[in-house]
């Protein structure tokens, strides 16, 4: 653990500065053996606050329940266990956003209007829009600015509570299965079949650095898809790679894709 490695680690200038405030968050807490945590991170940005603290003890990466997109990374004392995350010494807040039924508004909607009241990007983490309510998750500190000013998202009025994280509700994502054979397992491939584009196509995605791979970003066209992965293309969706099925006769690879609509 050195915070030197921030020069090795970061690969622009935004970087270094997120990876100096991450440090300094994360280290006070461990040098005086107190909780601390971090703003919302994307995964990208998670794995290189990993990297930069190594092995160290007590250090959870969490965004308020299993497999959220958006996470913090949150240091607890051994006095604390991972119990403490969801209770009162939990560093976010779940907020749930309740409105007309008939009304549609989309993660979009929510996001800007959250933008729009002036409520950073890095204190709000993963939006799960469901049919008549709405819950997101925001840093502790920034829950009751929240609550006081956030009331319609798009044109839909919405009315805030705040709930226990444990209680927060994840809509079932809704994807088309998608049945085929290709010659390899190579992102560009992968994407070709999940988007019925052409291999160049997907390859040009890749090169433009618009492509990432459980939400690393990836420009090497050639990488090996793993079964699980999932693949999120900007300007085009997000596709997982569902199952690996083995050669067919004629030597190609059968693969079962998940693309969300």
């Given at each position: 653990?050195?915070?030197?490695?921030?020069?090795?680690?970061?690969?622009?200038?935004?970087?270094?500065?997120?990876?100096?405030?991450?440090?300094?968050?994360?280290?006070?807490?461990?040098?005086?053996?107190?909780?601390?945590?971090?703003?919302?991170?994307?995964?990208?940005?998670?794995?290189?606050?990993?990297?930069?603290?190594?092995?160290?003890?007590?250090?959870?990466?969490?965004?308020?329940?299993?497999?959220?997109?958006?996470?913090?990374?949150?240091?607890?004392?051994?006095?604390?266990?991972?119990?403490?995350?969801?209770?009162?010494?939990?560093?976010?807040?779940?907020?749930?956003?309740?409105?007309?039924?008939?009304?549609?508004?989309?993660?979009?909607?929510?996001?800007?209007?959250?933008?729009?009241?002036?409520?950073?990007?890095?204190?709000?983490?993963?939006?799960?829009?469901?049919?008549?309510?709405?819950?997101?998750?925001?840093?502790?500190?920034?829950?009751?600015?929240?609550?006081?000013?956030?009331?319609?998202?798009?044109?839909?009025?919405?009315?805030l509570e705040q709930i226990p994280p444990a209680e927060v509700f994840v809509p079932q994502a809704e994807t088309k299965e998608?049945?085929?054979?290709?010659?390899?397992?190579?992102?560009?491939?992968?994407?070709?079949?999940?988007?019925?584009?052409?291999?160049?196509?997907?390859?040009?995605?890749?090169?433009?650095?618009?492509?990432?791979?459980?939400?690393?970003?990836?420009?090497?066209?050639?990488?090996?898809?793993?079964?699980?992965?999932?693949?999120?293309?900007?300007?085009?969706?997000?596709?997982?790679?569902k199952s690996i099925n083995g050669q067919t006769k004629k030597g190609r690879i059968s693969i079962v894709i998940n693309r969300?609509?």
């Amino acid at each position: 653990m050195d915070r030197s490695n921030i020069e090795k680690i970061a690969k622009t200038a935004d970087d270094k500065v997120l990876l100096a405030k991450v440090w300094d968050k994360i280290h006070r807490g461990i040098q005086k053996n107190i909780p601390a945590s971090t703003c919302f991170l994307s995964l990208r940005e998670l794995e290189m606050t990993k990297y930069l603290f190594g092995q160290a003890e007590g250090l959870y990466a969490f965004g308020g329940y299993k497999d959220a997109e958006r996470q913090m990374l949150v240091f607890l004392p051994e006095y604390l266990d991972e119990s403490a995350l969801l209770g009162e010494e939990s560093p976010l807040s779940c907020l749930r956003a309740t409105f007309y039924e008939g009304d549609t508004p989309t993660h979009r909607d929510f996001l800007g209007a959250l933008m729009g009241a002036g409520i950073a990007r890095e204190t709000v983490g993963d939006i799960c829009v469901g049919k008549g309510c709405c819950d997101f998750f925001v840093t502790k500190e920034i829950a009751p600015y929240v609550l006081q000013n956030f009331h319609s998202a798009g044109r839909t009025k919405v009315r805030l509570e705040q709930i226990p994280p444990a209680e927060v509700f994840v809509p079932q994502a809704e994807t088309k299965e998608i049945r085929d054979t290709v010659s390899s397992l190579r992102l560009d491939s992968v994407i070709s079949s999940g988007f019925r584009v052409s291999r160049g196509t997907a390859t040009e995605y890749v090169s433009a650095g618009k492509v990432a791979i459980d939400g690393l970003p990836c420009e090497k066209a050639d990488k090996i898809v793993a079964e699980g992965a999932k693949i999120s293309v900007r300007g085009l969706g997000k596709i997982q790679l569902k199952s690996i099925n083995g050669q067919t006769k004629k030597g190609r690879i059968s693969i079962v894709i998940n693309r969300y609509v």
